[in-house]
């Protein structure tokens, strides 16, 4: 799922691409893609894009006459940058918003359409589009705090909770907590003063070094390849491979739809988390499905 760094270098090449242009037509390829029926799709033809900004991990776009399209692209949709008048592909194609310059085109290579747009009308009706997490580049440390201790739950779930910290999900969560070298099952009722200070600061300099490097990569180009797995990621995707920083293998629990990487010796003491032995746990904490990762559809 595209996360903060993600979909930040999303709103950057859009920027770049579709600020101040109309958007000149809207091909919807699948039924499932549009969540809203009042106002039409077709209202937002013939206007220009006049802002481009993230709510979370939604991209949002800012229309002539305070209309908004609102993009989830959940676990598998994507963006992609063609040329004029391009359609939306076979299978995975979901819709095409064409522009003067160009046709981005919006896909899901996923048989489960989870990947979302909206069309509302007003700035007061993205509220519901915002799920109250903290954002990590503008939260002190005491608001992190506040956040990470609102509720009882292991550091995985609090920090992909989009309700108390917004857009970090799997990915990136194990790349914080290999950072900040605590346990992904650490209860936050459990967790110390200085360990919150410790996850404070990998959890920006994580996200801070991966907008970097996704930047770089992209360069001018369209960011095309956008995947949860990167091979400089430390943990994330790593399951058997050594740590770079200590070279012990990397262990995961899996659950549903979920998956955890950790190192043993960086962030557990040596200990390995068995599934079997935190099945309660895992019950009890970790959302059973991406819906209730991202606190419910809407």
Known sequence: MPELPDVTVYVEALERRILFQPLQRVLLASPFLLRSVDPPIDVAEGKKVLSIRRIGKQIVWELEGHVFLVFHLMIAGRFHWKKPGAKPPGKVGLAAFRF?????IMTEASSKKRASLHLVRGEESL???RRSGVEIFESSLGEF??????????????LTDPRLFSGIGNAYSDEILHRAKLSPLLLT???EDVEISRLFYAARETMGEWIERLRAKA???FPEKVTAFHEEMTVHGKFGKPCPVCAMKVQRIVYTENECNYCPRCQTGGKILADRSL???LRDDWPKTVEELEGKSI
Request: net charge positive.
């Open 127 to 129: 509220t519901r589009f």
């Open 279 to 281: 099945s309660r746990l």
């Open 219 to 221: 360069g001018k180009d």
């Open 100 to 104: 003067p310059g160009g046709t981005l």
């Open 145 to 158: 705090r506040s956040a990470l201790l609102k509720e009882n739950h292991t550091l995985k779930r609090s």
């Open 189 to 191: 009722t459990k967790i």
